[in-house]
Antibody
């Protein structure tokens, strides 16, 4: 099992970014997937979940601004981040359904 | 939202010690509780699932227990490789919530 995030970077407040999580080593379409973030020097913060049938759930802090999606043909999970705020600055991890597998994370920095 | 109150925030300990970290859930979460270990610059690692079950590859000196709404992670005979930050996670209902973390460090 391997999960590899990408797409992070420096972005201005109010702008958008799209993160990707490329999955391999398992049947991606059969598993729900999570995004979790960790602000610098802080704890873990659950962000969003998408089920194998593409049902979605979000944390209140990102609801209406972030969108989780998946492309089973590409074995890829996505997180669209809109209207970014400085408090969204964090390492963003993807994790497989029951959290036994995590990616290495991708850093998003929101700053002018 | 379910609050997970984790204690202590910092735990100085000596090699060979037995240590316990606790999370208290603000509502019933059954056994939908997981423990993670995170080392600097690394992704979290699942240690315990279902409150009491050891994840694959985790040394047997780690154990999880439950007493009512209190969930504990115990490490017997602490080793240097166990120095890390530990988090609990409730996954009984959304939004999922983590404890605030316990930093285990050498005394």
């Amino acid at each position: 099992v391997q999960l590899v995030e990408s797409g992070g970077g420096l972005v201005q407040p109010g702008k958008s970014l799209k993160l990707s999580c490329s999955a391999s080593g398992f049947t991606f379409s059969s598993y729900g997937m999570h995004w979790i973030r960790q602000a610098p020097g802080k704890g873990l913060d659950w962000v969003a979940y998408i089920s194998s049938s593409s049902g979605t759930v979000y944390a209140d802090a990102v609801k209406g601004r972030f969108t989780i999606s998946r492309d089973n043909a590409k074995n890829t999970l996505y997180l669209q981040l809109n209207s970014l705020k400085s408090e969204d600055t964090a390492i963003y991890y993807c994790a497989r359904g029951w959290f036994a597998y995590w990616g290495q994370g991708t850093l998003v920095t929101v700053s002018s | 939202d379910i609050q997970m109150t984790q204690s202590p925030s910092s735990l100085p300990a000596s090699l060979g010690d037995r240590v316990t970290i606790t999370c208290r859930a603000s509502q019933d979460i059954g056994n939908y509780l997981r423990w993670f270990q995170q080392k600097p610059g690394k992704s979290p690692r699942l240690m315990i699932y279902g409150a009491t079950n050891l994840a694959a590859g985790v040394p047997s000196r780690f154990s999880g227990s439950r007493s009512g709404s209190d969930y504990s992670l115990t490490i017997n005979s602490l080793e240097s490789e166990d120095m890390a930050i530990y988090y609990c996670l409730q996954h009984n209902e959304y939004p999922l919530t983590f404890g605030s973390g316990t930093k285990l460090e050498i005394k």
